[in-house]
């Protein structure tokens, strides 16, 4: 069993950052492969961003490439998201999930692949 609890949702303005945190507790997060979600208001939860045991094999959605950053410190127990350059379209509450693999080199991308999720942490643009 892994507990997730995510942080550092905010409000900002457009243009802006912040970095959201998923503290885990629970079994090896090492051996737990990480994903982001977010939900947006009247749509369905989607995909953000997922990461391997590691970090070293990562993904991202196409309308976050290049503006998002999804790393982990397994010392930590702790999975991280730093956004830039946000834009109003980037709120809704986002999630962070996990799933145990025995594949180091392992990320998924469907909601359906993940074991355990976080409450959410609210993350709202202002333009």
């Known amino acids: 069993q892994v507990q997730l609890v995510e942080s550092g949702g905010g409000l900002v303005q457009a243009g802006g950052s912040l970095r959201l945190s998923c503290a885990a507790s629970?079994?090896?997060?090492?051996?737990?492969?990480m994903g982001w979600f977010r939900q947006a208001p009247g749509k369905e939860r989607e995909f953000v961003s997922a990461?391997?045991?590691?970090?070293?094999?990562?993904y991202y959605a196409d309308s976050v490439k290049g503006r998002f950053t999804i790393s982990r410190d397994n010392a930590k127990n702790t999975a991280y998201l730093q956004m830039n350059s946000l834009k109003p379209e980037d709120t809704a509450v986002y999630y962070c999930?996990?799933?145990?693999?025995?594949?180091?080199?392992?990320?998924?991308?469907?909601?359906?692949?993940?074991?355990?999720w976080g409450q959410g942490t609210q993350v709202t643009v202002s333009s």
């Open positions: 999930a996990a799933r145990n693999t025995d594949y180091s080199s392992s990320i998924f991308r469907s909601e359906a692949a993940y074991d355990y």
């Open positions: 629970g079994r090896t997060f090492s051996s737990y492969a």
């Open positions: 990461t391997s045991w590691s970090g070293g094999i990562r």
